[in-house]
C-alpha cells in the first residue's frame, strides 16, 4: 500500500518568498505531524493534528508557519516570507493513534527538503 | 536540555559485527523509541518501549531501558550492509511531548 508522500520532495526559495508544503498521509490514518530536521539533527517537532483539529502547534518556530489539514486527511505546512534559518527537511508522518498520539508507531514520508537563499 | 542524546556520535564496523547504541536524557518519560533513517529518506520506526518495560526484542534488534539511569540502548546482531544508517531515539516525557536525539551515524564496513 502506498505510504506517507511529501510533495515536493526539493524547494528551493529566495528568502522573502512563501511556500507551502504538501503532505499525504496514509488512508485512514488519524494522526499527522509535522517535523522540522537541520542538518546533522534529529527532527524537532512542529505540530499535531487530529483528524482535521490542530491540537498542538506548540512547536512552530513562529507566526510565519502555519498549517493546515481542512478535510482530515491532506495536509499544507505554509512558510510565509521564509528566512535563512528555515531551511531544513520538513517531515511529515502519521499515524493510526486517536488519542496517546505519541503511543504508536510513526510513519514518515521521505520529507521536503527546503533550501532559502 | 530533555533531549536524548545518542553515543556514540557515529560508528564504524565490520559487517558481521554487532553494533551497540545508547541514549541518555534527563526527564521522566512515558515511553522512548528508536528510529532509523537513511540518507535522504524519512525515519522509520524500530521499536516503542514503555517506561514500564526493560527490555524488547524485534528480530535482529534489542531494546534495553533503564529509567533509573535514565538510559537505553539499541543492540544490532549481525550487522548487514543495509543497517548502514542514522539511528535515533525519541522520548516521549510527562508532558507527551517528544524529543528526538542527534542521533548515530552508523556505518557498516564490508
Known amino acids: 500500500g502506498a505510504g506517507v508522500s511529501q510533495s515536493p520532495r526539493y524547494k528551493v526559495a529566495k528568502r522573502g518568498q512563501d511556500v507551502a508544503l504538501r503532505c499525504d498521509p496514509i488512508?485512514?490514518?488519524?494522526?499527522l505531524f509535522w517535523y522540522q530536521q537541520a542538518l546533522g539533527q534529529g527532527p524537532e517537532f512542529l505540530t499535531y493534528?487530529?483528524?482535521?483539529?490542530?491540537?498542538?502547534k506548540s512547536g512552530l518556530p513562529s507566526d510565519r508557519f502555519f498549517a493546515e489539514r481542512p478535510e482530515g486527511s491532506v495536509s499544507t505546512l505554509k512558510i510565509q516570507r521564509t528566512q535563512q534559518e528555515d531551511s531544513a527537511v520538513y517531515l511529515c508522518?502519521?499515524?493510526?493513534?486517536?488519542?496517546?498520539?505519541?503511543?504508536?508507531?510513526?510513519?514518515f514520508g521521505p520529507g521536503t527538503r527546503l533550501t532559502v537563499t | 536540555s530533555q533531549q536524548g542524546e545518542e553515543d556514540p556520535q557515529a560508528l564504524s564496523i565490520q559487517e558481521g559485527e554487532n553494533a551497540t547504541m545508547n541514549c541518555s536524557y534527563k526527564t521522566s518519560i512515558n515511553n522512548l523509541q528508536w528510529y532509523r533513517q537513511n540518507s535522504g529518506r524519512g525515519l522509520v520506526h524500530l521499536i516503542l518501549?514503555?517506561?514500564?518495560?526493560r527490555e524488547k526484542h524485534s528480530g535482529r534488534l534489542r531494546v534495553t531501558l533503564d529509567t533509573s539511569k535514565k538510559s537505553s540502548s539499541l543492540l544490532i546482531t549481525a550487522s548487514r550492509a543495509a543497517d548502514t544508517a542514522s539511528y535515533f531515539c525519541a522520548i516521549t516525557n510527562r508532558d507527551d511531548k517528544i524529543i528526538f536525539g542527534k542521533g548515530t551515524r552508523l556505518h557498516i564496513l564490508p
Open positions: 518501549i514503555r517506561s514500564n518495560e
Open positions: 488512508s485512514g490514518h488519524v494522526s
Open positions: 493534528f487530529q483528524n482535521e483539529a490542530q491540537l498542538d
Open positions: 508522518a502519521s499515524s493510526l493513534a486517536g488519542s496517546g498520539r505519541f503511543l504508536y508507531e510513526q510513519y
